[in-house]
């Protein structure tokens, strides 16, 4: 802009930044011309200022750095006018952190001048508002579901490897009493076979809940067993696992069963990779790049 200027003539060069106030233009100079970085006195004065006019003369490091500052610095009376602004100038974690914010303490954002003067004159800001932490509330509540469905698929893959270690091929660590290094799974199975064992409303009408419920768990085993059958291999010693493998192979299991069987599985692989010890050469090369990474100096 200056070269144009000074190529029309006329022996002087002005250019007019309008809209904003004039020591924040003159903060944005001084970061064009003089500094690579955004001080914090700087930020917290002009930093919406900062971020305008970065995005109207397209400097890409500096609107990142202005927008960065601007969503540590919000508060729940800018949200709102903060909203505003990232969406006219194309500010995705702006807007993210305002919907954040939202969501975290809508009561204080709807007490803000923002949020009433979005009720009487701009509707739409105030259904996007209203949206967003709509759309925060459905993801949080999805994530907590999802953990614990993960929770749960692997208490059951703890399950099946706990039956492992109860009949394992040696009878007297199979029936040697609880120690210390036996794990809560493994007792609480012990306790139901030994109600399995005992209980007499097994076989009566209705049956018993904590009966079916160890069945159930014999029935996944069997599922998730990859133990061969073959004669010369040694065979599973869980109780029913060659039972259930005939019947499944006779008989289809539902959809939802088979669902169950590969989420299990997919727990237990994972867990098994979790506990798996890393070998000293990896774990020392590892070492040595993150010493030497420039992300590793940065942090």
């Known amino acids: 802009m200056i070269d144009r200027a000074w190529r029309g003539g006329g022996g002087g060069c002005a250019i007019r930044i309008l809209g904003v106030p004039s020591d924040a233009v003159l903060a944005f100079l001084r970061l064009l011309y003089a500094s690579s970085r955004v001080e914090e006195e700087v930020a917290a004065a002009h930093g919406p200022q900062l971020l305008a006019l970065a995005h109207a003369y397209r400097v890409g490091w500096l609107k990142r750095a202005a927008e960065a500052a601007v969503a540590a610095r919000l508060t729940p009376d800018r ?7 990232a969406g006219l100038l194309d500010a995705p ?16 954002v709807e007490a803000s001048d923002g949020w009433r003067f979005a009720r009487r004159h701009d509707p739409a800001l ?3 508002l209203l949206q967003m932490v709509e759309d925060a509330a459905w993801r949080r509540a999805r994530w907590a579901k999802e953990r614990a469905s993960q929770e749960a698929y692997g208490q059951l893959a703890e399950a099946m490897d706990s039956l492992d270690r109860i009949f394992a091929a040696d009878d007297t660590a ?10 809560e799974c493994e007792q609480g199975l012990r306790l139901l076979m030994r109600h399995f064992a005992t209980c007499a409303r097994r076989a009566a009408p209705g049956g018993c809940a904590r009966c079916r419920r160890l069945l159930q768990l014999f029935r996944l085993h069997a599922s998730v067993c990859d133990r061969p059958e073959h004669e010369h291999d040694q065979p599973c010693r869980v109780p029913l696992c060659s039972n259930f493998k005939a019947r499944m192979q006779a008989e289809k299991a ?3 069963w088979r669902l169950l069987v590969k989420k299990v599985t997919r727990a237990r692989a994972m867990a098994g990779l979790a506990d ?7 774990a020392m090369s590892w070492a040595r790049y993150n010493s030497g990474s420039k992300w590793a100096k940065l942090g």
């Open 276 to 282: 798996r010890r890393v070998p000293e050469i990896v």
């Open 126 to 128: 105030e259904m996007e």
């Open 93 to 108: 974690r702006l807007r993210a952190a305002c919907a954040r914010l939202a969501a975290k303490d809508l009561a204080a």
């Open 174 to 183: 199979a029936e040697a009493p609880s120690s210390t290094s036996t794990t």
């Open 254 to 256: 539902d959809k939802t």
């Open 79 to 85: 949200a709102v006018d903060m909203l505003k602004l």
